[in-house]
């Protein structure tokens, strides 16, 4: 029924118009079209009244239109959403009804396929999908802090080393020593309270029993102490330093050997030990005073030791650790005019720390071309498992039927092509093509969206998909109008 609220409106709409100089006109057969026939149009278009005289007798002019007998008009509705239904058109207000009721029909049909069809089916998806993180963004080098041990710094220690004129005179590596070792052999108990605990502490640090620690010390070294792994030497170092001191004059039994092989060997550990833990104290010591932040690579595990005691006066001065990683990825590449001295650093801390982002943006796409692969193998897999329990009644779009292989094909080749980004909504692209590739539900993607979108902005959905209707119902309508130029 016409009531006084579309009478204004309609006037409204009227005025805008003509201030405008267009007409409206309406696609044949559709809604706007079918309640324009509803109506007597002889004086609606009568030229020869004003528009105040318009305006009073439009409410005659719309009343009921009654059909002359036996000549009630028929008309078919054209709506792509629904199959094609005639009408029996009589007056304004039964068209009005029936196709209300068509709106109606269609909006509860669509949200019943939508409720009981594809939402199951994406759940399905969203059940077998393993969904993987990206892998968070980490150094292709790791920064180990390098001092001073306290171990070293012991005056038991300091002591031995200051004992020989040339720590160093007798090298810092020995070949293995061919000893035998008694399996109950017992720990160094010397009287003094300094070596003693420093020598249990060792053995506890380095998780080593009596035993395990006679066979390092017999194992020989062939590691310098600047060498790459050198910083993780030095407990073991210091350890064998202080076993080989007590047992060069206090063999062990059963060793195998006689007193005077005996002291030449061990003594080739305690003087080459001596030296190595002289070295390294020293090169650390030499990148102090240089102001040489790194020690040390190990190219294998991709770690740099640092000199900690540089790197402290390096962030003093207002260096920041991601223009060393910078000189360090440089450096890497083969940029030998690169230095981790404190003085270059800072220098030319701008353009490392450029380089310190080239190489995390460069990383973090690695990283997400890893995710979308993995992810994207997964959605297949879970895909495949559902399509596997779907009814064959719902393959078939139209007179095209589709087999499961087929539907598979489609849905395999929508995520390689465009499941793509490490920020991709998995979940709204699952429903997408679903609805789109699976289903070829097309009107019904963008309600899903619109709920699933709700229940991520913690909305109602049901207010959420009553509002799409509403839109659904008015776009439906608006498509019957075209507007003309006069």
Known sequence: MISLYSLNAVTNAMKLCKQHNVQLGTDVDSPVDLLNRAVDPTRVFDTTITDEQFFQELPAITQLKRPVDGTAEASIIRDG???????????????????????????????????????????????????????????????IPVG?????????????????????????????????????????????????????????????????????????????????????????????????????ERPWPDSGVDALKWKAEMGRAYYTSIGWVYGFEKAVANRVATGNIVYSYDTNEKNVYICQETMDDYLEKGGIVEALLGAIYLMDEGDYNVSARVASLLENQKAYVEAYNRRAIIVQKRNELDWVSRNRQALKTAFSIAIDQLDQGYLTVGELTRTREEVKQVVMGICDDFFVNADEDITLFIIRTACNSVFCAYEIDPLMRTIHTAMIENTDPAEAATSWMIDYVLNWIAGSVFVDKL
């Open 148 to 248: 001073i041990d306290p171990c070293v710094d012991s005056p038991v220690v300091q002591a031995l080393i200051q004992e020989i004129a040339n720590p160093m005179g007798n090298g810092t590596t020995y070949d293995p020593i061919k000893f035998d070792v008694p399996t109950d052999i017992e720990i160094p108990e010397t009287g003094v309270k300094a070596y003693d605990e420093l020598v249990r502490k060792l053995l506890n640090d380095l998780n080593l029993s009596m035993y395990d620690a006679a066979k390092l010390l017999l194992a020989g070294n062939y590691t310098v102490p600047v060498a790459d792994k050198a910083p993780e030497m030095v407990k073991e170092r210091v350890l064998v330093l202080l076993l080989s001191s007590f047992f060069i």
């Open 81 to 143: 959403a629904v199959e094609v239904e005639a009408l029996r058109v009589d007056d304004h207000e039964t068209t009005l009804f029936e196709l209300k009721n068509m709106a109606i029909q269609r909006c509860n049909g669509m949200l019943d396929f939508a409720r009981n069809v594809v939402q199951p089916f994406v759940q399905l998806v969203i059940q077998n999908n393993t969904i993987e993180d990206v892998k968070p963004l980490v150094e292709d080098w790791n920064l």
